[in-house]
């Protein structure tokens, strides 16, 4: 250990399947804009967690970019947190990979 205090990080995710809805933005959304000020943040699109159902690919693409624009417009910055898409990280999957 180097002596140096962990960091505090929270990392968390909205599946693109659906519309996102009040639920969404109560339950976790509007607690992650006040977050993002006091801690690391990493929010991901969950793409990878929504192909375990039959998805049109097209409305898919659609649904990943309408999360991400609706965690900016509920005021997620992106110059504080991190945003991305969980298929964009091969880690993912490579880990999901070893685990199974």
């Known amino acids: 250990m180097s002596g140096t205090m962990p960091t505090n990080r ?4 909205v599946q693109p399947t659906g519309n996102l809805h ?3 933005y109560l339950g ?3 607690n992650w804009v006040r977050l993002q000020h006091d801690y690391e943040t990493i929010f991901c699109v969950v793409d990878m967690h ?3 159902i039959k998805q049109d690919p097209k409305e898919l693409k659609n649904s990943i970019r309408e999360v991400a624009a609706a965690y900016i417009a509920c005021g997620i910055d992106p110059e504080k947190s991190v945003i991305f898409n969980q298929s964009q990280n091969p880690a993912h999957a490579e880990l999901g990979w ?3």
């Open 28 to 30: 976790a959304i509007r």
């Open 10 to 13: 929270i990392f968390s995710g």
């Open 98 to 100: 070893i685990f199974n």
């Open 22 to 24: 009040l639920g969404n």
């Open 50 to 52: 929504a192909i375990t």
